[in-house]
């Protein structure tokens, strides 16, 4: 049984620099959801996908966040021309089916710092 | 707009004593609320969670939380604490499949 898996688990790259971080889910969830969390916080919600479509992105924090989920499997979240506010965890969960009574799990997060 | 307000950032508790920690909600609709637990370097856990019935929820590792309406809290407890539940503990409210979390309460055991 695997859980959320994440990669990178680290990222240290340079401001004006692209990343892009990979999320897959469990095999059988079709909502995935990108939070990130920054220190002392807890969790953001960023945006999510039933499948391949993308319910949700007007949380997303600025044009230079994206996120695709192309297959319906797994997910990547792109950030362009990063910038040191951008340090922080980001943070995958999946879920089963719609609505609360479905858990979400969460992978190990991605840390990025930005310097 | 719906939030959660976790009041205390840090608890020491000595080993097997009893720890409650605190939420309080605020949403104008019906909430679910759910506790998560966050161990050093892992990802997030669901502890447990309130859809709808009973007001005393139970959750995993002995841990329990009580819905109360009338005080807009869902305050997460245990009876006796180990060395093991050292972690960060986050309430959540959801709308919607979207969590909001609160900023969170480091729980320390102290032998």
């Known amino acids: 049984d695997t859980g959320v898996s994440q990669d990178p688990r680290h990222k240290i790259t340079k401001r004006g620099q692209n990343v892009t971080f990979r999320c897959d889910p469990i095999?059988?969830?079709?909502?995935l959801y990108w939070y990130r969390q920054t220190l002392g916080q807890g969790p953001e919600f960023l945006t999510y996908?039933?499948?391949?479509?993308?319910?949700?992105k007007s949380r997303l924090l600025s044009d230079r966040f994206s996120a695709e989920r192309p297959k319906g499997s797994f997910s990547t979240l792109e950030i362009q021309r990063t910038e040191q506010g951008d340090s922080a965890m980001y943070l995958c969960?999946?879920?089963f089916g719609a609505g609360e009574v479905y858990e979400q799990f969460f992978g190990p997060g991605t840390r990025l710092t930005v310097l | 707009a719906q939030s959660v307000t976790q009041l205390d950032s840090q608890v020491p508790v000595f080993e097997e004593a009893p720890v409650e920690l605190r939420c309080n909600y605020s949403s104008s609709v019906s909430v679910y609320l759910f506790w998560y637990v966050q161990y050093p370097n892992q990802g997030l856990q669901l502890l447990l969670k309130y859809l709808s019935g009973s007001t005393l929820v139970k959750g995993i590792n002995g841990f329990e939380a009580e819905f109360n309406k009338s005080q807009t809290s869902f305050h997460l407890r245990k009876p006796s604490v180990h060395i093991s539940d050292t972690a960060e503990y986050f309430c959540?409210?959801?709308?919607?499949?979207?969590?909001?979390f609160g900023t969170g309460t480091r729980l320390t055991i102290i032998p």
């Open positions: 996908f039933q499948n391949e479509a993308q319910l949700e």
């Open positions: 969960a999946s879920s």
């Open positions: 095999s059988e969830h079709n909502r």
């Open positions: 959540a409210v959801t709308r919607n499949e979207k969590l909001t």
